[in-house]
Structures are given as structure tokens and as C-alpha cells.
């Protein structure tokens, strides 16, 4: 939906650059479910490398996501709409950055 190669954008695990979250977090429109997929709709704009490693993965109990089905579907539909949003208005250039430097260093 997005166009991107990265298969797993809601990972709770990421790790930035100084560099990176700096110009990432400055640009970000979004505080919702499809924060994510902005910063790297971002990154990509910006020239960012991403790269994705696997880690081993514990489940912990207290998740924020109710798991009942219309808490489920909701929590789906208010995904898939962000997910629209932030595509579209990048697409339309309704939303730019605040800096299209790109990276100095890898």
C-alpha cells in the first residue's frame, strides 16, 4: 500500500541515528497507528538507509491492543486510513519536510 520494501513497519523495536531521528521526528505528521509508516515513507524521501534484522522476540502481557473483534477491526480501518492519508498527501505534496538534506554519512 505504501510502495516500500520494508515488510514489518509496526515492529516496536527500532533504532535511529542521532542524525536520523532528528530529521525524521521534525517531519512527522502523524501520532497515530501509522506513525511508522510515515517515518519510513520519510526516510526513504530522505535518502535514509533502512535496514531490517531480525531479533528473538518475547510476548509480554500488557499489550495496548484490545484484541476483541470489533476492537481488532476498528483498530484495522483506522490503520488502513492512515496508511492512505500519509501515502496520498506525500503523493500530492499536501505534506513536505522541513529538510530534504540528505545523510552525510552511512
Given amino acids: ?41 520519510i526516510a526513504k524521501l530522505l535518502d535514509f538507509d533502512i535496514v531490517e534484522v531480525g531479533v528473538d522476540w518475547e510476548e509480554v502481557d500488557g499489550s495496548k491492543l484490545h484484541t476483541g473483534k470489533i476492537a481488532l477491526l476498528v483498530a484495522s480501518v483506522d490503520m488502513l486510513r492512515d496508511m492512505i492519508c500519509v501515502r496520498a498527501c506525500y503523493s500530492l505534496h499536501l505534506w513536505g519536510l522541513k529538510d530534504r538534506t540528505k545523510k552525510r554519512g552511512r
Fill in 1 to 41: 500500500l505504501i510502495g516500500l520494501s520494508v515488510h514489518d513497519t509496526q515492529c516496536g523495536f527500532k533504532l535511529f541515528t542521532r542524525e536520523a531521528s532528528k530529521a525524521l521526528f521534525d517531519n512527522l505528521h502523524l501520532e497515530r497507528w501509522a506513525f511508522d509508516t510515515e517515518l519510513v515513507i
